[in-house]
T-cell receptor, first 113, second 113 residues
Framework: DSGVTQTPKHLITATGQRVTLRCSPR?????VYWYQQSLDQGLQFLIQ???????AKGNILERFSAQQFPDLHSELNLSSLELGDSALYFC????????????FGQGTRLTVV | GENVEQHPSTLSVQEGDSAVIKCTYS??????FPWYKQELGKGPQLIID?????GEKKDQRIAVTLNKTAKHFSLHITETQPEDSAVYFC????????????FGTGTSLTVIP
């Protein structure tokens, strides 16, 4: 158990809908990262937050947004969902910005039908 | 930005043999190189990491080597066991900055009993 908690584990929704994925980082970790992993794809970086502020942005679509709350949990919002958004979404956390050990949650499997 | 290449994409070895996975990176400023193991249906798990001030690090059957001049690093697994079968990802990052981890595309390792 990495200590990073993601909910829900599975999510099935229809095209055009909006969903929210939740991540609770390890105790004491201030930095949260979101990654997307599509079938047969590697880990695509979406966005990073540190202590409530956005720190880095990757290939995140405009339909996607995220935030980190004062209690350090983070939410990833996906809207106007398309079939191609079906993927595993992982959250990772680390103590500091950037490097050092980053620990991943178990992921949320999103299926858009 | 940083570009991490990983080879091979698939690797099959007999139980007890060694497995080697290689990665190259493009940004000479990167100074932290973790390796993750991802089992089916699970999140990536950190198995070993190395910082740029170290050339080699070993943890039981797993070792990582780093050649800063050539900008490549490798994962070595000795005495492989069936439970080592998984997808392995390398990554590069610049510690203590706002930068994210840059991941390789993964190596699917199969250990044949």
């Amino acid at each position: 158990d990495s200590g990073v908690t993601q909910t829900p584990k599975h999510l099935i929704t229809a095209t055009g809908q909006r969903v929210t994925l939740r991540c609770s980082p390890r105790s004491g970790d201030l930095s949260v990262y979101w990654y997307q992993q599509s079938l047969d794809q590697g880990l695509q970086f979406l966005i990073q937050y540190y202590n409530g502020e956005e720190r880095a942005k990757g290939n995140i679509l405009e339909r996607f947004s995220a935030q980190q709350f004062p209690d350090l949990h983070s939410e990833l919002n996906l809207s106007s969902l398309e079939l191609g958004d079906s993927a595993l979404y992982f959250c990772a956390s680390s103590v500091v910005v950037g490097g050092t050990e980053a620990f991943f949650g178990q992921g949320t499997r999103l299926t858009v039908v | 930005g940083e570009n991490v290449e990983q080879h091979p994409s698939t690797l099959s070895v007999q139980e007890g043999d060694s497995a080697v996975i290689k990665c190259t990176y493009s940004d000479s400023a990167s100074n932290y190189f973790p390796w993750y193991k991802q089992e089916l249906g699970k999140g990536p798990q950190l198995i070993i990491d190395i910082r740029s001030n170290v050339g080699e690090k070993k943890d039981q059957r797993i070792a990582v080597t780093l050649n800063k001049t050539a900008k490549h690093f490798s994962l070595h697994i000795t005495e492989t066991q069936p439970e080592d079968s998984a997808v392995y990802f390398c990554a590069a990052a610049l510690m203590n900055t706002g930068n994210q981890f840059y991941f390789g595309t993964g190596t699917s390792l199969t250990v044949i009993p």
